[in-house]
């Protein structure tokens, strides 16, 4: 699947990158000792317990992040492999606010979206410190538009959420999820290590529909100060 679609103006705010607020689009890869360590955080309970292991030198929190391969339910019926590779991700270009000077968040337009029809993908950063405010990356996910409706399945862009994400935090996309490439935000470039299934063949492997915008404007991502956003100031639309 390629293709176009042409969307409506709206402007997205950011959420928090958490398991729970995650859980319907994939899965969110984290100890859970620093997640709880924040400000204001509760214990995210829909990870699982952690238990002792490595002669007690070691806590391990067992299947964190499903991963499928469901390349079998392709036509095309042509196997798949489990693949690993690293993408350095730079930061993208944001753009002000028009008409609001005072605004605290600038913004980035949304163009295109994808998604992995058969198997789960995993992003996980390296060398990005957790308490790093001056660099974060964006995870941009949306439901697919059911079959019984118009565009079906294309991105359901009225439905578009957005979060961002520490370096102490992996994420994992579940197999079909529409989701944005990977957004870096801040002053530094990103590497991450992405494992996925692949065939080879190209509509199995990755679909993409880029955005048009409609005559009022197209999607952009509303993105706060990073260090704002992580002490608590978020942003206001």
Known sequence: MAGKKTVKAAHIAVEPLTQ???????S????????????GHARDTSYPEGILA???????????????????ASPRQQEARAVTTLFVCSPRRLRPAVGNPTAAYALLDLRVME?????????????LDPDDMTTAYLVVVTP????????????????????LARGSQAVT?????WHAPMIVVGKREISFV????????????????????????????????IRQFFTGAQAKL
């Open 20 to 26: 729970s607020s995650f859980s319907v689009y994939g």
């Open 115 to 127: 998604r992995h029809p058969y198997t789960t993908q995993t992003f996980t950063p390296m060398g």
């Open 54 to 72: 490595n002669q007690g030198t070691a806590r391990k929190y067992p299947e964190i992040s499903p991963t499928h391969n469901h390349y079998g």
């Open 28 to 39: 969110v890869i984290e100890n859970p000792a620093l997640s709880l360590a924040r400000p």
């Open 173 to 177: 996309y579940g197999a079909g999820t």
């Open 194 to 225: 992405v494992t996925q299934h692949m065939n080879g063949v190209a509509d199995d492997d990755c679909q993409e529909i880029e955005f048009e915008a409609g005559g009022d404007g197209g999607l952009s991502i509303a993105v706060p100060g």
């Open 144 to 163: 697919t538009v059911p079959p019984s409706e118009p565009d079906a399945g294309t991105p359901d862009t009225a439905k578009v959420k957005a979060f």
